[in-house]
Every structure is written in structure tokens, then in C-alpha cells.
């Protein structure tokens, strides 16, 4: 007797009701039956299951073997904690209007911008705000400059970013599809695109994974409405956030708003990325991040063939300025992503 697939029950049981799913939204764009939806920051079954498997397979947070992504994808697995790593540069846009909205350098929107200008790419699937709950992440697909400038900058609020891939290939029939995401939701491209069980519909079409350097994030409801409403802070004013040296800071353009020590809004994190030992997303194809760089660039790490050539490409056609950068450099990433590892290894041990 062949084994049993796991459906959407076991997801629940096994992610979702241990609070450690990271809402990065694979199962919900995964189900072909659109039966899966949100319900208070969690993935939730709304529909009838067709035991398909689907959603349980694509999601980061069950059991893999992620060697079969490091075979795929670099022909070996790393020793060390930041990954595979073929070059790295500090980065930054040289468009002015990207630097205005960007997070640090805005070398991610610049190469998005590069793939989706030389039609390297039809879409970008990124994460916007919603425009009624403001600084609410809302996944987005993205196809010009104008879409890019209003997903730029880091929500540090869990976003099921993921859905808009579902968006980008059923809505708007795309074929050629760049992902920006944290770490847990290139692993769940991945899954898409290598496993076994993987939902190749949509994985095959992600030519782009651009990951996110991630320590955590937090739910809206605790982080934004309890937390910084309660502190009396005027959301329509905020522009930026950032954590920094130990500092949640929110920002009103040069005004700092409120800078508090991180740990004061942890209890607002989710438990998923406590269990979660990927501070670099070690498998996109190129991960970003503040981290060891001067402020108003990105650190930016090459991984994959495929991230060097659209890397190399945006910097020769003039959409990024450069800096050449060693791994002995990532002094503060290397430390981070130690670190990531051992509180992950010691989470796992007590949940
Ligand atoms: C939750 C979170 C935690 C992070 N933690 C760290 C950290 O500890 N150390 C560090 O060095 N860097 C961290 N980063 C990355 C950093 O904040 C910048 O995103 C990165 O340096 C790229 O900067 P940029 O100017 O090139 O990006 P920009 O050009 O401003 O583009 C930002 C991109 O991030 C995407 N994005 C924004 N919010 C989210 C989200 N919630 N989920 C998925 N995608 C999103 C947008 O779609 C956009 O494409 C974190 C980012 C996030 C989202």
C-alpha cells in the first residue's frame, strides 16, 4: 500500500495549531480549489479539501529534505550558515526616486526594475501596503515602476506574499515571474519548484528569487494595533520602519517617531520565525540586506548563476552603483546568521 499523501489536515495539525506556520502564503496559492483563505494572520480552510496534498508539500515549515534544493540549485550543500555565496557587493540604486522610498540602498526594486524593463520578466510579485489598514503588508504583482515605488521598503508584519504568485500566473497568465520574499518563502519557491511534491505550475515560472535577510516578523494585530496604536503613534505619518543595533524605530521621513529596544515588541513575533534558522535566505538566487553595509546601500549577496548574470546586467546597464564586497566583510551577517541557527536549534528543542 503506497503511503498516505498529508492534506490539509495534517498542515493544520502540524503547522498551523503549533502557531509555527510563518504566513508566508504557499498553501492558500497552492490549493487548485481556492479553498484555503486567512483568518486572523493564519492560513484557514474556508472551502471544501480535495486532499490534493498541495498546501502541506509547499509550506516551509514541514519536514524536507532541503539537500535536494542545495543539490539542485549550487550541486552541494554549504557548511557554513550564510550559504552558498559567490560574490557579494554593497549596493544602490541610481534611480533617485527609488532611493526616496527604498528600505536601505533599493538595490531590490532597481533589479526588479532592470528584469521587468528588458522584459527579462512579465511581473514582479512584491509586498505593498494596503491602502485602508495602513502598513497592513499586501502581496502585490508588480509590473512597472510605479507598482515597484509603492512595494518598496521593509513591513516587518508577516505578508502572504506568496498568493500573488497564484495572482501573477491565473490572473495575468504570467510566464516569467521575479519573487521577492523572506527566507521562508524562497524555501516554499523552492519546494515549488524541486520537490517531489512540488506545485511545478507556479515554481516553473519563478525566474527570480531575490531573498530578504529576516530575523523575524511580528503579526499586525499585535505589532501595529496593540502596540503602536497603543502608543499613541499616528500611522498616516509613519514612512518608514527600521531595526537597527538592537532598535525598533519608526520613522515620519527624518523624524524618529519611537526607538525602543527590540526585545519590547517580541512578544509580538511569530513563533514560526523563532523556529526558523534561515537569517540570509541561504537559497535565493541573490539575498539583500541592511546589515554590514553603509546606510543607504544594500548588502547584497550573489548566490546562483542566474542572480550573478541578472546582477552583473543591472550594474552594466547603469541601474546600480557598486561597491565589491568580500564575505569577510558579512562580519555582522555571519554573526546573525550563527546566531539564527543556534536560537532555532534550542526553540525546536523546547516546542
Ligand atoms: C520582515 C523583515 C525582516 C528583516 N530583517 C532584517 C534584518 O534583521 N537585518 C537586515 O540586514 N535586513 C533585514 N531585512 C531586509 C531589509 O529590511 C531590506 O529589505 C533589504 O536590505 C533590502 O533593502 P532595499 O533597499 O534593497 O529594498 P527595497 O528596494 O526597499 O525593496 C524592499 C522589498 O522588500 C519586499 N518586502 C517588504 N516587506 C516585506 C515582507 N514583510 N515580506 C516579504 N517581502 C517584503 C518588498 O516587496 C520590496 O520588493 C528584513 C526585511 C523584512 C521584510
Given at each position: 500500500?503506497?503511503?498516505?499523501?498529508?492534506?490539509?489536515?495534517?498542515?493544520?495539525?502540524?503547522?498551523i495549531r503549533r502557531e509555527i506556520?510563518?504566513?508566508?502564503?504557499?498553501?492558500?496559492?497552492?490549493?487548485?480549489?481556492?479553498?484555503?483563505?486567512?483568518?486572523?494572520?493564519?492560513?484557514?480552510?474556508?472551502?471544501?479539501?480535495?486532499?490534493?496534498?498541495?498546501?502541506?508539500?509547499?509550506?516551509?515549515?514541514?519536514?524536507?529534505?532541503?539537500?535536494?534544493?542545495?543539490?539542485?540549485?549550487?550541486?552541494?550543500?554549504?557548511?557554513?550558515?550564510?550559504?552558498?555565496?559567490?560574490?557579494?557587493?554593497?549596493?544602490?540604486?541610481?534611480?533617485?526616486?527609488?532611493?526616496?522610498?527604498?528600505?536601505?540602498?533599493?538595490?531590490?526594486?532597481?533589479?526588479?526594475?532592470?528584469?521587468?524593463?528588458?522584459?527579462?520578466?512579465?511581473?514582479?510579485?512584491?509586498?505593498?501596503?494596503?491602502?485602508?489598514?495602513?502598513?497592513?503588508?499586501?502581496?502585490?504583482?508588480?509590473?512597472?515602476?510605479?507598482?515597484?515605488?509603492?512595494?518598496?521598503?521593509?513591513?516587518?508584519?508577516?505578508?502572504?506574499?506568496?498568493?500573488?504568485?497564484?495572482?501573477?500566473?491565473?490572473?495575468?497568465?504570467?510566464?516569467?515571474?521575479?519573487?521577492?520574499?523572506?527566507?521562508?518563502?524562497?524555501?516554499?519557491?523552492?519546494?515549488?519548484?524541486?520537490?517531489?511534491?512540488?506545485?511545478?505550475?507556479?515554481?516553473?515560472?519563478?525566474?527570480?528569487a531575490i531573498g530578504l535577510f529576516?530575523?523575524?516578523?511580528?503579526?499586525?494585530?499585535?505589532?501595529?494595533?496593540?502596540?503602536?496604536?497603543?502608543?499613541?503613534?499616528?500611522?498616516?505619518?509613519?514612512?518608514?520602519?527600521?531595526?537597527?543595533?538592537?532598535?525598533?524605530?519608526?520613522?515620519?521621513?527624518?523624524?524618529?517617531?519611537?526607538?525602543?529596544?527590540?526585545?519590547?515588541?517580541?512578544?509580538?513575533?511569530?513563533?514560526?520565525?523563532?523556529?526558523?534558522?534561515?537569517?540570509?535566505?541561504?537559497?535565493?538566487?541573490?539575498?539583500?540586506?541592511?546589515?554590514?553595509?553603509?546606510?543607504?546601500?544594500?548588502?547584497?549577496?550573489?548566490?546562483?548563476?542566474?542572480?550573478?548574470?541578472?546582477?552583473n546586467d543591472a550594474v552594466n546597464?547603469?541601474?546600480?552603483?557598486?561597491?565589491?564586497?568580500?564575505?569577510?566583510?558579512?562580519?555582522?551577517?555571519?554573526?546573525?546568521?550563527?546566531?539564527?541557527?543556534?536560537?532555532?536549534?534550542?526553540?525546536?528543542?523546547?516546542?
Amino acid at each position: 500500500m503506497s503511503a498516505r499523501v498529508k492534506i490539509w489536515g495534517h498542515l493544520f495539525v502540524e503547522v498551523i495549531r503549533r502557531e509555527i506556520c510563518t504566513f508566508c502564503g504557499a498553501c492558500i496559492a497552492s490549493c487548485p480549489v481556492v479553498a484555503i483563505s486567512i483568518k486572523n494572520e493564519y492560513p484557514a480552510l474556508v472551502g471544501r479539501c480535495v486532499a490534493c496534498g498541495y498546501c502541506y508539500n509547499q509550506c516551509p515549515k514541514t519536514p524536507f529534505d532541503w539537500s535536494i534544493v542545495e543539490q539542485k540549485l549550487f550541486g552541494g550543500e554549504a557548511t557554513d550558515p550564510l550559504g552558498h555565496v559567490k560574490a557579494v557587493y554593497a549596493a544602490r540604486a541610481t534611480d533617485e526616486d527609488i532611493m526616496i522610498v527604498a528600505q536601505d540602498g533599493g538595490a531590490t526594486t532597481a533589479l526588479l526594475k532592470y528584469a521587468l524593463d528588458n522584459k527579462l520578466v512579465d511581473c514582479a510579485v512584491v509586498t505593498g501596503v494596503e491602502e485602508k489598514d495602513k502598513w497592513k503588508p499586501k502581496p502585490m504583482v508588480a509590473f512597472n515602476k510605479s507598482d515597484l515605488l509603492k512595494a518598496a521598503s521593509s513591513k516587518y508584519v508577516s505578508s502572504p506574499t506568496l498568493t500573488a504568485l497564484a495572482s501573477a500566473v491565473e490572473e495575468y497568465y504570467a510566464e516569467n515571474i521575479a519573487v521577492v520574499g523572506v527566507g521562508c518563502q524562497i524555501r516554499a519557491i523552492r519546494k515549488m519548484q524541486f520537490s517531489n511534491y512540488g506545485y511545478t505550475k507556479y515554481g516553473s515560472k519563478v525566474k527570480f528569487a531575490i531573498g530578504l535577510f529576516c530575523s523575524e516578523s511580528f503579526f499586525y494585530q499585535g505589532l501595529i494595533n496593540e502596540y503602536l496604536l497603543g502608543k499613541g503613534i499616528d500611522l498616516s505619518k509613519v514612512t518608514k520602519f527600521e531595526i537597527a543595533k538592537g532598535k525598533f524605530i519608526v520613522k515620519s521621513n527624518s523624524d524618529i517617531l519611537l526607538s525602543v529596544p527590540v526585545k519590547e515588541v517580541k512578544a509580538y513575533g511569530r513563533k514560526g520565525c523563532k523556529l526558523c534558522d534561515d537569517f540570509s535566505a541561504r537559497f535565493a538566487d541573490i539575498s539583500v540586506g541592511g546589515v554590514d553595509s553603509p546606510p543607504g546601500w544594500t548588502t547584497v549577496i550573489i548566490r546562483t548563476d542566474v542572480g550573478e548574470k541578472l546582477f552583473n546586467d543591472a550594474v552594466n546597464s547603469g541601474y546600480l552603483d557598486v561597491k565589491k564586497m568580500s564575505v569577510k566583510d558579512l562580519k555582522i551577517t555571519a554573526k546573525l546568521a550563527k546566531m539564527k541557527m543556534k536560537s532555532a536549534t534550542e526553540a525546536a528543542a523546547q516546542s
